[in-house]
């Protein structure tokens, strides 16, 4: 899969794969890229997103996974840190 070069601060769309049964479907996950991690091979990425009653979810994904159906940038952002844990404090 050709990825799209995406980074902290962006808001990203992933549609990754899960089990269901004996298939396998699609499943949107939308949210902001908070980190960046690894190197060649090895990277990760972890999004979080507000969902329901202001519940957050982060998931975190290996950036050359075979799960990984399809990831595209939503909205650019532009932050001045590498890693935005501290929107975890926020409310």
């Known amino acids: ?3 799209p ?3 902290v601060g962006d808001l990203v769309k992933i549609v990754f794969k899960t089990p269901a049964g004996a298939k396998t479907k699609p499943t949107p996950f ?3 890229v908070i980190s960046l991690r690894g190197d060649q091979d090895n990277k990760t990425f972890t999004v979080r997103k507000i969902s329901y009653a202001n519940v ?3 998931k975190i994904f290996p950036l050359n996974s075979a799960i990984i159906e399809d990831i595209k940038i939503t909205k650019s ?7 935005l ?4 404090k926020k409310r």
């Open 56 to 58: 957050a979810v982060e």
């Open 85 to 88: 844990y501290h929107l975890r």
């Open 77 to 83: 952002g532009t932050v001045g840190r590498a890693k």
């Open 30 to 32: 939308e949210g902001t």
């Open 5 to 7: 070069t995406f980074k």
């Open 1 to 3: 899969m050709n990825q």
